[in-house]
């Protein structure tokens, strides 16, 4: 079985930094695409950034120069490098990635969330 696990969340300072990370276990073949999205209290979710197995990138424009996604694949692990953070950064935030389970097809994860909260 699949399983993404976030962890890193907290509550941090404007302007301070932060570091998540999610962690894919389970019978994994293979982890192309991941990403962070978040969910901000009476907001839809939005996409923070992403990355591809060949390491492109995309990122909200909200986030572009404090944000920073990366990933070690052989650790089937994504990281997202929060700096200068700002208080309309506080959401939940959610990890996806798109596995090929061991004799199953492709198919999209999420983790369970992790919360940050940006605050003085």
């Known amino acids: 079985q699949v399983q993404l696990v976030e962890s890193g969340g907290g509550l941090v300072q404007p302007g301070g930094s932060l570091r998540l990370s999610c962690a894919a276990s389970g019978s994994i073949l293979s982890i192309n695409g991941m990403g962070w999205y978040r969910q901000a209290p009476g907001k839809q979710r939005e996409l923070v950034a992403r990355?591809?197995?060949?390491?492109?990138?995309n990122y909200a424009d909200s986030v572009k120069g404090r944000f920073t996604i990366s990933r070690d694949s052989a650790k089937n692990t994504v990281y997202l490098q929060m700096n200068n953070v700002k208080p309309e950064d506080t959401a939940v935030y959610y990890c996806?990635?798109?596995?090929?389970?061991?004799?199953?097809?492709?198919?999209?994860?999420w983790g369970q969330g992790t919360q940050v909260t940006v605050s003085s």
């Open positions: 996806n990635a798109a596995v090929l389970p061991t004799r199953l097809p492709w198919g999209n994860y």
């Open positions: 990355i591809s197995s060949g390491g492109g990138t």
